[in-house]
């Protein structure tokens, strides 16, 4: 099979031509090696790739928070410049248990502090649509590899948008499972209350694929829900007519392309049998503030770790990025200020919860746009005193509050850049989500936005 | 806003900051600070701190469980430090 076929495909579609024998596994990793080889200098989606191509699994792109054992894991930090972790992350296991292994490790923002990928201390990544603009962050390599035809489909985790974001401005689905829901265990924390692995994939269905094997509960990872996983693919495939509630809130200040692009997708759904519901939900701009103060505080606990002493660099590598959170986490943290920002803002995160759980009596799913905008150029990020937490105002409120969510392609704007729509659900939702996900994608075809895209890479 | 005490910071977080470093943090943080104070606009008096997302309470695991995933070093060869 040529390479542009084999770039075609999903994940589900190769390995059912592996096992029937139409394709080799080796061929089709030798396939992505080549390209990735090839192609990462312009797009920078990989900071470790792979040497040999695998005979048995497939190789998927795995972002670098992930520890992988044996294999440099970085966070795309000096600190870890030299890290090979002696263990493997659940996730990463419960992948090779299944046949599926590493191809290479993803660029992403440095500890997964950013929306861009452009506070990594090995550069930013390009996105594929156009090289002059970020992919968003901080899964921003794993959403390149996946949209540039560099990975069949990738590894990357979610604290408030670092899935669902790159996911949206690359054109492809990104999956962030409601928290518990996937272990955490040898992923390079960063907000421990709000972390969630998660794929990036070409289609739903793959999505649902690759949630099914790394859901579960974990004894390593004592956050992990004991609730019982679903068939994921099989639920996709369900086709339950919901009520979908959208808030004008969530529409406040976005760009009229992207706000056009989902008003049409919640049409759509509504032609195939949906109804659509108003909802009244808290401002976003809340979660801004608070998810600002949570994450900076646990992250000022979690990378307290780094002493540069056990292994890796001393805390003078951290970068700039990383030591403004780290200081306003103390700051928040600090006797004498803790009641005033950390614990007030752990109280707004239960008036956040209650109130997606008062909308989740009403509807069964909420509709919105993943980012406000489309693609930022390079560099445009300096505009804003914190870029990362400002861009993430749409996927903050359900990552406050745990909530699983999926974002798909539903368009693109006059430059041709993707727009994404994000469906958010109650608790462990994830098969309703990935549902009217896929029934929305079969409709529109959606993913001929990336395959379009993917062929443009030689 | 401007009495943000950034070395004692520093120290409590274990950062080595440069005096241009510290500058720059300070005026940073009173930037971030000065929006997050938008959350003094919420009434919480009556609401509880969330502990647990999930609602989870007491998760135990049995001491002495199967450890095969510790780590099984021989010994570790670290730098010296004293």
């Known amino acids: 099979m040529t390479d542009s076929s084999i770039v075609g495909l999903t994940l589900l579609e190769l390995l059912d031509a592996i096992k029937r024998r139409e394709l080799g596994a080796r061929e089709v990793n030798i396939c992505y090696l080549q390209r990735s080889k090839r192609l990462n200098p312009e797009l920078n989606a990989y900071i470790t790739l792979g040497l040999s191509p695998s005979d048995q699994d497939i190789q998927i792109a795995v972002k670098d928070n992930f520890c992988t054992k044996g294999i440099r894991t970085t966070a795309a930090s000096k600190v870890l410049e030299n890290f090979i972790p002696p263990y493997e992350s659940t996730v990463t296991q419960r992948l090779l248990s299944a046949g599926i292994s590493s191809l290479g490790k993803t660029n992403m923002d440095a500890w997964a502090h950013g929306s861009s990928t452009e506070t990594s201390d090995f550069g930013p990544s390009k996105n594929p649509f156009d090289t002059t603009r970020i992919p968003g962050g901080s899964s921003g390599g794993s959403a390149v590899t996946v949209s540039a035809g560099l990975s069949v489909a990738a590894l990357g985790s979610e604290t408030a948008g670092s899935i669902r974001g790159p996911a949206s401005w690359c054109g492809i689905v990104g999956l962030k499972p409601t928290y518990g829901r996937v272990s955490r265990y040898g992923v390079i924390a960063m907000g421990s209350s709000l972390d969630s692995p998660g794929p990036l994939t070409k289609t739903v269905d793959d999505a649902a694929y690759l949630l099914s094997l790394i859901a579960g509960h974990d004894p390593y990872d004592a956050t992990t829900t004991t609730a019982p996983t679903e068939d994921y693919l099989a639920e996709a495939h369900e086709g339950r007519k919901v009520r979908i509630g959208v808030a004008d809130i969530y529409f406040n200040g976005v760009e009229p392309s992207v706000k056009d692009s989902v008003e049409q997708a919640i049409k759509t759904l509504e032609k195939l049998g949906h109804s659509v519901h108003v909802v009244k939900l808290m401002d976003p701009k809340y979660s801004i503030s608070d998810y600002t103060i949570i994450q900076r505080a646990e992250v000022s606990s979690n990378l307290a770790r780094y002493d540069g002493i056990r292994y890796g660099a001393g805390r003078e590598t951290l970068g700039s990025e990383a030591k403004r959170r780290i200081m306003l986490g103390t700051y928040t943290l600090a006797h004498g200020y803790y009641d005033a920002y950390y614990k007030r803002a752990q109280k707004v995160r239960t008036l956040i919860i209650d109130d997606f759980k008062r909308v989740f009596g009403e509807v069964d799913v909420i509709v919105a746009p993943t980012m406000p905008m489309t693609a930022l150029k390079l560099g445009e990020f300096e505009k804003y005193p914190f870029f990362g937490e400002v861009m993430d105002v749409l996927l903050e409120p359900s990552s406050m509050a745990g909530l699983p969510a999926i974002s798909v392609p539903c368009g693109v704007d006059a430059q041709g850049l993707p727009i994404g729509m994000q469906i958010m659900g109650p608790h462990l939702s994830e098969s309703r989500i990935l549902d009217l996900a896929y029934q929305y994608e079969q409709e529109t075809k959606s993913y001929e936005i990336v395959q379009k895209n993917i062929l443009k890479w030689k | ?82």
């Open chain 2, 1 to 82: 806003m401007s009495d943000i005490p950034v070395a004692k910071i520093a120290n409590l977080s274990a950062l080595t900051l440069s005096p241009e470093e510290l500058e720059g943090i300070q005026s940073r943080l009173e930037e971030t600070l000065s929006y997050i104070d938008n959350l003094k606009e919420v009434d919480v008096t009556k609401t509880p701190p969330t502990s647990s997302v999930t609602g989870s309470v007491n998760v135990f695991f049995e001491d002495g469980s199967a450890q095969e995933r510790t780590l099984q070093p021989g010994s570790y060869k670290v730098d010296r430090i004293i």
